[in-house]
């Protein structure tokens, strides 16, 4: 059996040793400086790993993804039923407000409309041959009151008398009252008339159609839908956000995102609503948070999908520094390493700020433009500009 510090086995031991007060000596030198020589003089032959300081923004943020809908779009029908005559405009046309979209045959309620003002003229007829009655009735009635006061006239007479005049006036309320019928359902039907011209409802744009020409749509029971029209000027993000996260937002936060096309834009807004019943999506609870984005552009369209980031906290145009060049102090603040311009190393507390992953932004000891180095062993963020 070979012995266990054979010259074979020697190598190994001493590679295990050296790692072992190499794993020592870089903890010392994170967490206990004062412990180190003196730190070796950088050359122009042997240079340290350096980065420039340059100043920077970092976020905190909360990321979801939504899809992009118009803030105000209107499902367009028909409020009467018949045959649709004819559609005015095309999916992706513009219109104004009171622009006629659509019209459904009108044929059957013109007809109502010509019967009911026949109608209303023939009990307007009998209403003014009804007060003429009326009119002389009331004179009948003053005569005989006058004969049966200068015992001219019986007392039959004159009850028979006032009972006609009050046959008069109550015909005649009768009529006004069929008239007042009358003019009500030709109201109604000349309004079921108009709503055969479907009209726009918003400004907006057409960017759907539901019905054909062609089509019978009933509006007995439900509105049958013809177009949807959609005001492309104002985009909504509705953003699925998780339970977890939803509780660090509020409304009037900043929210910026991007869309899967436009990658490299950036828009910016601020969070409008946060609607309180949630949707559960593979036994994920999430929460619709939205918001408003002006889009006079139209670079934005209807269900498109936006990256999200909901802004918590930020540190704007401060000193950046990675987070590889930071150590830890024993009374436990922070330092990094300066690289003078002489060529030489010196050590620097810093007050750091927010952070990400990957860097910090320093609030007091370090001024942009100064050089701070970084680990040996750390290559990954190159030398700074």
């Known amino acids: ?120 003229r023939n009990l307007k007829a009998q209403a003014d041959q009804a007060r003429a009655e009326r009119d002389l009735a009331r004179l009948r009635d003053a005569r005989i009151r006058r004969l049966a006061a200068a015992n001219a006239a019986s007392r039959e007479d004159a009850d028979t008398s006032a009972a006609n005049l009050r046959i008069a006036e109550a015909r005649v309320e009768a009529i006004e009252a069929q008239i007042g019928e009358a003019q009500s359902t030709l109201d109604g039907d000349r309004t079921n008339l108009s709503y055969t011209r479907i009209l726009a409802p918003i400004d907006g744009t057409v960017v759907s159609q539901t ?15 013809i177009l949807r029209l959609a005001d492309l000027a104002t985009m ?24 899967l096309g436009q990658p490299e834009r950036l828009w910016e807004s601020r969070i409008r609503q946060i ?38 906290d930020e540190a704007t145009n401060l000193p950046v520094v990675p987070l590889q060049a930071v150590a830890a102090t024993p009374d436990g603040g922070h330092e990094v390493r300066i690289f003078t311009a002489g060529g030489g190393v010196e050590r620097r507390r810093v007050t750091l700020g927010l952070a990400d992953r990957r860097r910090a932004a320093v609030t007091a000891g370090l001024a942009v433009g100064e050089t701070v180095i970084l680990p040996e062993e750390d290559h990954a963020g190159g030398r700074g500009a």
């Open 1 to 120: 059996m070979p012995d266990r510090y054979s010259p074979a086995r020697r190598p190994l031991a001493l590679l295990a040793a050296g790692a072992v007060f190499f794993a020592a000596g870089a903890g010392l030198g994170r967490w206990a400086p004062e412990l180190l020589p003196a730190l070796p003089q950088a050359t122009a032959e042997n240079p340290p790993d350096t980065y420039r300081v340059m100043p920077g923004t970092i976020t905190r943020s909360v990321t979801a993804l939504g899809l992009i809908e118009p803030r105000v779009f209107v499902d367009v029908g028909s409020q009467v039923s018949g045959q649709l005559r004819r559609v005015d405009v095309a999916i992706g046309d513009r219109v104004a407000k009171g622009d006629q979209l659509a019209e459904i045959d009108p044929r059957i309620y013109e007809t109502r409309v010509t019967g009911d003002e026949a109608k209303l």
């Open 211 to 225: 019905s054909v020409v062609g089509q019978t749509l009933n509006a007995s029971q439900t509105s049958p839908i």
């Open 236 to 259: 909504t993000v509705r953003a699925q956000v998780a339970e977890a996260d939803v509780v660090r937002l509020r409304p009037g936060q900043t929210a910026r995102f991007s869309t």
């Open 275 to 312: 609607l309180p019943t949630p949707q559960t999506i593979n036994d994920v609870v999430l929460y619709d948070v939205l918001i408003d984005i002006d889009n006079s552009d139209g670079a934005l369209m209807t269900s498109m999908t936006a990256q999200v980031s909901f802004v918590l």
